[in-house]
Antibody, heavy 118, light 109 residues
Framework: QVQLQESGPGLVKPSETLSLTCTVSGGSISAYYWNWIRQTPGKGLDWIGYVYHNGDTRYNPSFKSRVTISVDTSTKQFSLELQSVTAADTAVYYC????????????WGQGTLLTVSS | EIVLTQSPGTLSLSPGERATLSCRTSQSISSSYLAWYQQKPGQAPRLLLFGASNRPTGIPDRFSGSGSETDFILTISSLEPEDVGMYYCQQYGSSPRYSFGQGTKLEIK
């Protein structure tokens, strides 16, 4: 059974860079798209971007200037960096695997709450 | 950008009743590009249907989906108490590649 687990600091100061990591277990990291999605009470679910196992990326234009997603296949981890965070970036961040046709998300991590506050 | 509008905002029904949830897209999409998720309180979303009507392994057959072009429906044929939660539709498109509806809250009386 594929499992994903997010890890990160929980609290970030405004203007700093948010860094989160997702560890994949129980399955291969190859041949799938690996996504970051966040959920806020006000805006609901927002797709941030994905990385393919070969390092190719695609981002939501809403985040594109601030976001970097990378993958390390040797450790079966992928990571999210979001620069210049503000209070509006306070959210639950999920990592998720793209389904076989990459049109949906078939496995999700439990989510990690990230708060932006001084 | 394709906008997904879900209705109703909240649905309150009794166990055994039939639930009908709607997702309308601002542009026509292929039914292959529409998915539904269930999110129980305190949990991550779970894929319920992909390709508008296909259930992943382990999803009960009381969940079904239909629709085409701009109008899609999620039906729960006979509600169970554990079906309480939020339900989201999601589309696969061009930019952004993926987007979600705002959700329907399902309450069980």
């Amino acid at each position: 059974q594929v499992q994903l687990q997010e890890s990160g600091p929980g609290l970030v100061k405004p203007s700093e860079t948010l860094s989160l990591t997702c560890t994949v277990s129980g399955g291969s990291i190859s041949a799938y798209y690996w996504n970051w999605i966040r959920q806020t009470p006000g805006k609901g679910l927002d797709w941030i971007g994905y990385v393919y196992h070969n390092g190719d990326t695609r981002y939501n234009p809403s985040f594109k200037s601030r976001v970097t997603i990378s993958v390390d296949t040797s450790t079966k981890q992928f990571s999210l960096e979001l620069q210049s965070v503000t209070a509006a970036d306070t959210a639950v961040y999920y990592c998720a695997r793209g389904g076989p046709a990459a049109r949906d998300f078939d496995y999700w991590g439990q989510g990690t709450l990230l708060t932006v506050s001084s | 950008e394709i906008v997904l509008t879900q209705s109703p905002g909240t649905l309150s029904l009794s166990p055994g009743e039939r639930a009908t949830l709607s997702c309308r897209t601002s542009q026509s999409i292929s039914s292959s590009y529409l998915a539904w998720y269930q999110q129980k309180p305190g949990q991550a979303p779970r894929l319920l249907l992909f390709g508008a009507s296909n259930r992943p392994t382990g999803i009960p057959d009381r969940f079904s989906g239909s629709g085409s072009e701009t109008d899609f429906i999620l039906t729960i044929s006979s509600l169970e108490p554990e079906d309480v939660g939020m339900y989201y539709c999601q589309q696969y498109g061009s930019s952004p590649r993926y987007s979600f509806g705002q959700g329907t809250k399902l309450e069980i009386k």
